[in-house]
């Protein structure tokens, strides 16, 4: 890894491919560039400028809103959103360190697209062909500290997939896949430092393939489908809005159940007789018991609505019919589930 020295502090409308070129014109075929976002967020114009009187933090604050596309957790100050370009970041990537007080610096709009352009100029006024990272700093789930991760490439793959590939000891590798883009983001961060005002690092030494097409860091965005996690501590109890028309799939009894088993924990043990009709119809009828008092239909409606909760956690699309009953006092219904349609 080797930082590259002398770049000035950058503007809206710089040159940074030409501040690269000259400041490393012994840039090498196969060496990989690794930027930082926040330069190329500058000469992007990538920025937002703190009214004079403002507050900045509030400023901030609207900021993150802008960019997220979906809250995912919020503790009073901090949220975790995910962003246009699908990233899953506190504050939104938004950056107020190493600027001016009255600035506060975006992601990129399109890292890749900023990376593919930065490669095409480094071509054009050196003649190499060089890999291009831009990097930005991330926490990570359920670790403390911070790492640089790619939000933008081009000329190199993201991930070097080794799935279907044999170890040493005869192991078939079923889930390995290196997220190679941000090791060498992380790797540049080394020489970059965050306060020696070193934004460009370049490594050398490394041999790997340039894809055709180019995916940039698309691959690096976990799709909804393979998501464990998919809601967050914000946007679970929301998303249980009923489902006009599901598709059922099987294990819907199985998962009825346990979500009662689920939800019953937390609240009095309550008798719950589920009927089925057909065989993975995506229709369960739900039989509490009598609600003779105010507070135990309370408890009861707390543990449907608990049960309903446990079932969107799962990855079910719900609809619930309440069914009126002789005595006026049961909690009857029938439930609907299965996967909402695309």
Avoid at 109 to 131: F, K, M, N, P, Q
């Amino acid at each position: 890894m080797h930082p590259v020295a002398g770049l000035p502090e950058f503007a809206p409308g710089d040159d940074l491919a030409g501040a690269v070129a000259g400041a490393a014109p012994w840039l090498a075929d196969g060496d990989v560039v690794v930027v930082t976002s926040k330069v190329v967020s500058k000469v992007e114009g990538r920025l937002v400028r703190v009214p004079a009187g403002a507050d900045r933090e509030a400023v901030r604050l609207q900021a993150i809103e802008d960019e997220a596309v979906r809250v995912v957790a919020r503790r009073g100050p901090l949220a975790i959103v995910q962003t246009g370009q699908g990233w899953v970041v506190a504050a939104a990537g938004i950056d107020a360190s190493n600027v001016e007080p009255d600035l506060l610096v975006l992601l990129p709009e399109d890292g890749d697209a900023s990376a593919r352009a930065l490669r095409d100029r480094l071509a054009t006024l050196l003649g190499v062909d060089v890999a291009v990272v831009v990097s930005d700093t991330f926490g990570r789930t359920w670790r403390e500290g911070l790492t640089d991760v790619a939000v933008g490439a081009a000329g190199l793959p993201a991930l070097i997939d080794h799935r279907g590939a044999v170890d040493a000891h005869g192991n078939r590798l079923e889930t390995t896949r290196i997220a190679l883009v941000d090791e060498l983001a992380s790797a540049a961060d080394l020489v970059k430092g965050k306060l020696e005002g070193v934004p460009v690092a370049v490594v050398r030494g490394l041999r790997t393939e340039r894809p055709d097409p180019d995916p940039g860091t698309r691959p690096l965005v976990r799709l909804p489908g393979d998501d464990l996690f998919p809601y967050g501590s914000r946007d679970l109890v929301p998303s249980r809005a009923p489902s006009a028309e599901l598709v059922p799939r099987p294990g819907d009894l199985e998962a009825v159940a346990d979500a009662f088993r689920i939800a019953s924990a937390a609240l009095p043990e309550f008798p719950v007789v589920l009927r089925y009709g057909g065989e993975d119809d995506g229709v369960v009828d739900v039989h509490l018991t009598d609600a003779v008092t105010t507070t135990t239909a309370l408890n009861l409606g707390a543990l449907l609505g608990a049960a309903i909760v446990q079932l969107h956690a799962g990855g079910w699309a719900t609809r619930w019919e309440p069914a009126a009953t002789a005595g006026g006092t049961s909690l009857v219904g029938r439930l609907w589930l299965g996967t909402a349609p695309s």
